[in-house]
Every structure is written in C-alpha cells, then in structure tokens.
C-alpha cells in the first residue's frame, strides 16, 4: 500500500527551499534516459507527487512517450532519502491542473508568467531507499 507520509510530504514540498531539489528521471519510448531537476515537485496526495512542468522539452516528451519515471530526493544534511518510481498522467487543462499550478512553489510558477505550463501527476507504484529497500508498494 502507498501512503506517503508526513515526512515526506515536508521534505518534498520544501526541498528547493532546503537545497535540495528533487531529481526526474524518464526515458524515451526508445529506452534513452534524461535526468533533471524538478523544484516544483510536491507530495500531491497520499499516493501521487506531482509537479509543473513549466519547461514543455525533453521530460514531457519522454512522459508522453513513456510514462513511467522515477523521482530520486535526498536530504544530505539529514542523510534522508527515497526514490519514487511510478506512472505519470498529463493534465493540459482542467481542475487537477489547476490544483497542481496553485500549489508550485513562487520560485517555479513566476519562471511561467503565461502559465502554458501542464501539471504532471506521479501515481507512485514503489517507494524504494538509496540501498534499494523497498519501503512501500503498491
């Protein structure tokens, strides 16, 4: 069963504040992986993270292609992490878009003045530690 926790909901939802942005990995429906940071993301729910992507290149195209991801967060002042592998859903428009785009940190929404950008939710499938654990499953 996938139920984040309230520690993950604080460290996530605050972890460009802390240094510590959240990494996105994908791979396109060829297999070639593109990895980068998302400060936008966030614990949407108790079974999803979402985040904005506000950028519309390479991660969206291979989410489209591919939806399967993997979210890495490591906190290295506390040694705290997980890895969030999971499938994505694009919200171009609607109230889920919405949601995810009124809780974006300032930092990232006002990098999107025009707000073109889509909400991506992660329904995560596995929660999972650096040494491979898995902590939760689905």
């Not at 791979?27 to 108790?46: H, L, Q, R, T, W």
């Not at 171009?92 to 909400?119: C, H, L, N, S, W």
Request: proline fraction near 4%; glycine fraction near 8%; charge should be positive.
């Amino acid at each position: 069963m996938i139920n984040l926790t309230d520690q993950m909901r604080e460290m996530i939802d605050n972890a460009v504040a802390n240094g510590s942005p959240c990494i996105l990995a994908t791979a396109s429906k060829d297999g070639e992986p593109d990895i980068g940071y998302k400060g936008s993301m966030m614990v949407f729910d108790n079974e999803s993270l979402a985040y904005w992507e506000r950028t519309r290149r390479q991660h969206l195209k291979n989410v489209q292609e591919n939806p399967k991801v993997v979210v890495l967060f490591r906190d290295p002042k506390t040694r705290v992490n997980f890895r969030f592998h999971g499938v994505v859903t694009i919200h171009e428009k609607g109230a889920i878009r919405d949601q995810v785009m009124g809780r974006t940190v300032k930092d990232e929404i006002d990098k999107d003045p025009e707000r073109k950008g889509a909400a991506v939710v992660i329904r995560v499938d596995n929660v999972t530690n650096l040494g491979g654990q898995v902590l939760q499953s689905r």
